[in-house]
């Protein structure tokens, strides 16, 4: 019976790559000269560290730019509140990695809702969608890049 996983990923040494390329720019930005602004990434958290809130809302557009390169989707990025901690401003993002219950509830009823004959199971932090036809899935995998969520979902292990 033909099955697929939906899931929400985000490649691991992609997120390094690009928050290494952020701090290679800020290192070379003259608005960041002698500012010691910093991005660290410990797991799936990254720190932003600058002067002043402004500064960190240039880094954060530095971090659109640098994602959208690498391919990973911003929909994923959980921005936490901007701490002025003496003479400087921190802010901690975190990547939300996999699909939380709330989410896959929301995203099995949408697909049984949709009427297409398939069954949606969830497994853990992802989705399995199994149907008697190809087509079927298909047009699952339609519907929901169609629709509004708010995660990035990826599509994978397709079987026949």
Sequence with gaps: MP???IVAEVDKHELTNAVDQMNREISNRFDFK???AKVTLKEFEMSLEAESDFQLTQMRDIMVNKFAKRG?????LDRGKV??????AYQTIIVKH???KEAAKKITKMIKDSKIKVQ???QGEQI???GKKRDDLQQVIAFLKEADLDLPLQFNNFRD
């Design 120 to 122: 949606a199971a969830i």
């Design 83 to 88: 701490e002025e901690r003496g003479l400087r």
């Design 3 to 5: 099955s697929f996983d």
């Design 34 to 36: 002698g500012s010691d």
């Design 128 to 130: 399995r969608v199994t």
């Design 98 to 100: 996999g699909i939380d």
């Design 72 to 76: 990973i989707d911003t929909r994923c």
